[in-house]
């Protein structure tokens, strides 16, 4: 079982940055590649980006290269995002998960998620 807590939400303006903190439980959270997820109102649950388990490969969605980065500390059971240069449509509340699969940009594929943090960037 692994257990995950999102935090680093807020409120910012345009241009700003935030970094978010998926904090994990579990002795084995190195052995599980952890993922970022954001939905928006109305919208579908969407891919943000995934750092794998060994080798820390990392993967973005296209619209994040360049202003998003995602690093994990396995001492402390944390994967990070960290978003620069936000813009008004990366409003959404945002989950971390974590899967066993070693690459995976997939929501069904992962199996543990956190409850959530909002994110919400004003024009």
């Known amino acids: 079982q692994v257990q995950l807590v999102e935090s680093g939400g807020g409120l910012v303006q345009a241009g700003g940055s935030l970094r978010l903190s998926c904090e994990a439980s579990g002795r084995t959270f190195s052995s599980y590649t952890v993922g970022w997820f954001r939905q928006a109102p109305g919208k579908e649950r969407e891919f943000v980006a995934f750092?794998?388990?060994?080798?820390?490969?990392?993967y973005l969605r296209d619209s994040m290269k360049g202003r998003f980065t995602i690093s994990r500390d396995n001492a402390k059971n944390t994967v990070y995002l960290q978003m620069n240069n936000l813009k008004p449509e990366d409003t959404a509340v945002y989950y971390c998960?974590?899967?066993?699969?070693?690459?995976?940009?997939?929501?069904?594929?992962?199996?543990?998620w956190g409850q959530g943090t909002q994110v919400t960037v004003s024009s």
């Open positions: 750092i794998s388990w060994g080798d820390t490969t990392t």
């Open positions: 998960a974590a899967t066993p699969l070693r690459y995976s940009t997939v929501a069904s594929t992962y199996n543990y």
